[in-house]
């Protein structure tokens, strides 16, 4: 069973930045993908960023020149590094992993953005 835990979220003001963790309980350097979406009230989960095993990495447009995902696999953790926060930003946000064809998702962190 792979376990993730997201940590970092908070509230903040627009403008400010966080830094989003998430620790997985395996390697991470054999995985598929690795991913940050997150989840507005009355809205579906979106991807915000993901980096696959080929490098390929896609941001949401929404985000895009804002954040920034990482990765470190001496601590298997993934990062989401967010600057200059808006409003629309706050959510939910959940690290996801995906190692075969198997997907997995932390608890998820609150981040509030206010205006």
């Known amino acids: 069973q792979v376990q993730l835990v997201e940590s970092g979220g908070g509230l903040v003001q627009a403008g400010g930045s966080l830094r989003l963790s998430c620790a997985v309980s395996r390697n991470i350097f054999s995985t598929n993908a690795l991913a940050w979406y997150r989840q507005a009230p009355g809205k579906q989960r979106e991807l915000v960023a993901k980096v696959t095993s080929d490098k390929i990495v896609t941001y949401a447009d929404s985000v895009k020149g804002r954040f920034t995902i990482s990765k470190d696999y001496a601590k298997n953790s993934v990062y989401l590094q967010m600057n200059s926060l808006k409003p629309e930003d706050t959510a939910v946000y959940y690290c996801?992993?995906?190692?075969?064809?198997?997907?997995?998702w932390g608890q998820g962190t609150q981040v509030t953005v206010s205006s």
């Open positions: 996801n992993v995906v190692i075969h064809t198997s997907g997995y």
